[in-house]
């Protein structure tokens, strides 16, 4: 069996996963924000590309020395950018990791396949990224074009703000407004929703009063909607102190921009809690990989 490192390009964050026997083992974090401006720009900015692609060059070097076969996804900013194709090819001459760009439907079953098809009772999932996001079941799986760093950046070009505690509730008005002309959740027919992406395990790792994450503290969580009302009101009160909280280093500017996603979705979706995995995309992508080797 083939030990895999499985990187995720995100619009907000690379994160690398080493597995070993067919599981992820260890996850780790690398915020290089490469979804910023594509909203206005329609392109990837090259000072997000070359910092994107020194953490990449920095993770190749790792997945060899930990003994791993390097394997390489994007979602949303490198599928929906006019550069992105071109910024994929580079990460594979540069630092000779071959790239999957997924489309939004592949993106959602892959992340789908590692939160829910492990054997939970969770029978529809939410994924909140950086520049989409994800509402998936057994039959249907759906992606938006709105993640914490693409509705930043509507928020703040529409009030001309430079920061989420400038003008806040204009701000959420205005990525409302965007996410209720964008979303159609006909035909979910929800009993148990479980979520993912680092919008929504840093809240309930907010919510739990955690200063070092825990998975498994994280996922005995459940999320409610006025759960998510209250954390978006203190997140808030805090304004630049965010910055200085454990939870909320890398997400501090972005976080709250993502909770309104989340409580805009559940709205939607007409339903009050939500679970949390730590499973996510990563491990569904392992499993497919692990799948075409076996064939």
């Known amino acids: 069996m083939t030990d895999y490192a499985i990187i995720d390009i995100g619009s907000n964050s690379i994160r690398y996963g080493a597995s070993r026997e067919g599981r992820i083992i260890e996850k780790s974090i690398h915020t290089t924000r490469l979804g910023l401006g594509l909203q206005k720009s ?62 939004g439907e592949q993106e959602a079953r892959y992340a789908y396949i590692g939160a829910v098809g492990s054997g939970t009772d969770y029978d529809t999932l939410l994924d909140i990224g950086g520049a989409s996001m994800q509402i998936v079941n057994c039959d249907r799986g759906v992606s938006f074009r709105a993640g914490c760093v693409r509705c930043g950046d509507i928020a703040r070009e529409f009030t001309s703000a430079t920061d989420c505690d400038t003008a806040w509730s204009l701000q959420r008005r205005e990525i409302e407004k965007y996410l209720d002309s964008i979303m159609d959740t006909s035909g979910f027919d929800i009993k148990r929703l479980v979520g993912v992406g680092g919008t929504i395990t840093t809240l309930a790792a907010l919510k739990a009063g955690l200063e070092v994450f825990s998975v498994e503290a994280v996922e005995r969580v459940v999320l409610t909607a006025r759960d998510v009302d209250e954390l978006i009101e203190k997140l808030g009160i805090m304004g630049s102190e965010r910055r200085k909280h454990p939870m909320l280093i890398k997400r501090h500017d972005v976080i709250m921009y993502g909770a309104c996603i989340l409580r805009f979705a559940m709205e939607r979706l007409g339903v009050d809690n939500i679970g949390i995995s730590c499973s996510d995309g990563m491990d569904g992508f392992l499993r497919v990989l692990m799948a075409d080797e076996e064939k």
């Open 42 to 103: 329609g392109r990837l900015a090259e000072d997000r590309m070359k910092h994107s692609l020194e953490v990449l060059s920095m993770l190749a070097k790792r997945a060899a020395g930990d003994g791993l076969r390097p394997h390489a996804y994007a979602t949303s900013a490198v599928r929906d950018a006019e550069n992105g194709r071109e910024f994929a090819k580079k990460v594979e001459n540069v630092c000779g990791i071959p790239v999957r760009i997924l489309t």
